[in-house]
């Protein structure tokens, strides 16, 4: 049972890339989705989020107009489109799988609960924003 992010690497500033977060011995349709980043000597932050049933996401204002979520149920994995990509991205993305009601998600994201209740973390994948 496991998550993996996939998808990170070296890019230009405005330029973009696609996370992936594949899971495997388990399927992800009862599981809201974040993505949460940290960047060297900073604390992990919440970047984005997707419910179960895709009708509800979230972004972070850092991101939001530039970074898009999305989910394939069928393929039991959830994706990060992120465009006009700025230095300040630069950190390594995780993906976490959390059965919890969304607004539990919603308050992982922002920093008002601990992450440490999420159900599934994946290794992260190193996201470097540079020229």
């Known amino acids: 049972v496991q998550l993996q992010a996939s998808g990170g690497g070296l890019v230009q500033p405005g330029g973009s890339l696609r996370l992936s977060c594949a899971a495997s011995?388990?399927?992800?349709?009862?599981?809201?989705i974040g993505w949460f980043r940290q960047a060297p000597g900073k604390e992990r932050e919440g970047v984005s989020c997707i419910s179960s049933s895709a009708g509800s996401t979230y972004y972070a204002d850092s991101v939001k107009g530039r970074f898009t979520i999305s989910r394939d149920n069928a393929k039991n994995t959830v994706y990060l489109q992120m465009n006009s990509l700025k230095p300040e991205d630069t950190a390594v993305y995780y993906c976490?799988?959390?059965?919890?009601?969304?607004?539990?998600?919603?308050?992982?994201?922002?920093?008002?609960?601990?992450?440490?209740?999420?159900?599934?973390w994946g290794k992260g994948t190193q996201v470097t924003v540079s020229s």
């Open positions: 976490a799988a959390d059965r919890a009601p969304w607004g539990t998600m919603l308050r992982r994201m922002n920093g008002r609960l601990s992450l440490g209740g999420m159900d599934y």
């Open positions: 011995g388990f399927t992800l349709d009862d599981y809201a």
